[in-house]
């Protein structure tokens, strides 16, 4: 059974950083691309970037550019997602999500709530 | 980029209808688009992939079609545990867009 895993909600301040950990269990974890999303309230899903399975290439969406950093750590199976310059605009549930294969993404994290706010 | 427009935005139906929900891409992504459900509080749950092929364990009542631009989620009888919002994604190149979502109530 596949888990993902994240860290919990945190509540940052406008111009601060967040880092996000998404830990999985239950498939190899080196074979799998890994996706990071968020969704602000009342929202679809936005997608944020990708990283592949060693570690050594991402991809992210262009108006996230500059400002997020993703990382994996194959020997823990966990992937994090570094979010800089925080403003309001930011408050979302951040989601991490695997790809099958395909750009199929078939198991998503639980969700980790970032408040920003003053 | 590739956008997704999805309609209606919201739908009231009862148990035991058929309901449909339409998304269309700004441009052709062949077959290369998913559907999910999500629940209140929960993370998106994969439905359909491939634009038609249905994901292990997902209950036969649901069904995908299209290709192209045009693309159509389908339920052939709607229960109460089906009461959600759904979204459909296509990917392009590593870019996943997703479409505004379908908010599925009760009447």
């Known amino acids: 059974q596949v888990q993902l895993v994240q860290s919990g909600a945190e509540v940052k301040k406008p111009g601060a950083s967040v880092r996000v950990s998404c830990k999985a269990s239950g498939s190899t974890f080196t074979s799998y691309y890994m996706h990071w999303m968020r969704q602000a309230p009342g929202q679809g899903p936005e997608w944020m970037g990708i990283?592949?399975?060693?570690?050594?290439?991402?991809h992210s969406a262009q108006k996230f550019q500059g400002r997020v950093t993703m990382t994996r750590d194959t020997s823990t199976s966990t992937v994090y997602m570094d979010l800089s310059s925080l403003r309001s605009e930011d408050t979302a549930v951040y989601y991490c999500a695997r790809d099958r294969g395909g750009r199929i993404v078939d198991y998503w994290g639980q969700g980790t709530l970032v408040t920003v706010s003053s | 980029a590739i956008q997704l427009t999805q309609s209606p935005s919201s739908l009231s139906a009862s148990v035991g209808d058929r309901v449909t929900i339409t998304c269309r891409a700004s441009?052709?992504?062949?077959?290369?688009l998913a559907w999910y459900q999500q629940k209140p509080g929960k993370s998106p749950k994969l439905l359909i992939y491939d634009a038609s092929t249905l994901e292990s364990g997902v209950p036969s009542r649901f069904s995908g079609s299209g290709s192209g631009t045009d693309f159509t989620l389908t339920i052939s009888s709607l229960q109460p545990e089906d009461f959600a919002t759904y979204y459909c994604q296509q990917f392009d190149s590593y870019l996943l867009t997703f479409g505004g979502g379908t908010k599925v109530e009760i009447k």
């Open positions: 441009q052709g992504i062949n077959s290369a």
């Open positions: 990283i592949n399975p060693s570690g050594d290439g991402t």
